[in-house]
T-cell receptor, first 113, second 110 residues
Framework: SQQGEEDPQALSIQEGENATMNCSYK?????LQWYRQNSGRGLVHLIL?????REKHSGRLRVTLDTSKKSSSLLITASRAADTASYFC?????????????FGQGTTLQVKP | DAGITQSPRYKITETGRQVTLMCHQT?????MFWYRQDLGHGLRLIYY???????DKGEVPDGYVVSRSKTENFPLTLESATRSQTSVYFC?????????FGEGSRLTVL
């Protein structure tokens, strides 16, 4: 069963615009993570936000977490063509420190030059 | 380079054949994982391992076998491949909450 559900499934924007992706989950968590996957490649970790955090930044990435709504959002500011990829949220479903994550189906982002 | 190495990267096989996908890490991470990625299903956990000789089932373990005799290796075996096992398989290791993925093994079962 899917723990994280991303919205939208696909997003197409122009270079320089901001991209926002949302993730909803079902059970309590210790942390939520976002991963990126370029076409034909493995997933790469972007950012982790703990359940007691509400917002976290890393470069052009901003992640928010609302545990009361069981949702998270990933904002990519000033997008670049190189940001074209699929983005996945993943939750630990309460089993922290094992790395056992449940992934959503992902949002495919296309950034047009 | 350090990281997760998967082999083969591409494999075509026939229904009923045995296939083994290899995974090797250059670190000494305790936890390792096998996921499969399919359109419409995202990534689903097949098996994971907490340490050498300790393995456990994930969400979709049927038809798969794993072993972990050494910390650095975590092979995944399809004992009798079926068409429904056509997928991209990812191996990953875990450190401090973060997963490190290999580049994937694309398996086609004819």
């Amino acid at each position: 069963s899917q723990q994280g559900e991303e919205d939208p499934q696909a997003l197409s924007i122009q270079e320089g615009e901001n991209a926002t992706m949302n993730c909803s989950y079902k059970t309590s968590i210790n942390n939520l993570q976002w991963y990126r996957q370029n076409s034909g490649r493995g997933l790469v970790h972007l950012i982790l936000i703990r359940s007691n955090e509400r917002e976290k930044h890393s470069g052009r990435l901003r992640v928010t977490l609302d545990t009361s709504k069981k949702s998270s959002s990933l904002l990519i500011t000033a997008s670049r063509a190189a940001d074209t990829a699929s983005y996945f949220c993943a939750t630990d479903a309460g089993s922290s420190n094992t790395g056992k994550l449940i992934f959503g189906q992902g949002t495919t982002l296309q950034v047009k030059p | 380079d350090a990281g997760i190495t998967q082999s083969p990267r591409y494999k075509i096989t026939e229904t009923g054949r045995q296939v083994t996908l290899m995974c090797h890490q250059t670190w000494s991470h305790s936890y390792m994982f096998w996921y499969r990625q399919d359109l419409g299903h995202g990534l689903r956990l097949i098996y994971y391992s907490a340490a050498a000789d300790i393995t456990d089932k994930g969400e979709v373990p049927d038809g798969y076998v794993v072993s972990r005799s050494k910390t650095e290796n975590f092979p995944l075996t399809l004992e009798s491949a079926t068409r429904s096992q056509t997928s991209v398989y990812f191996c990953a290791s875990h450190r401090m909450g973060e997963l490190f993925f290999g580049e994937g093994s694309r398996l086609t079962v004819l």
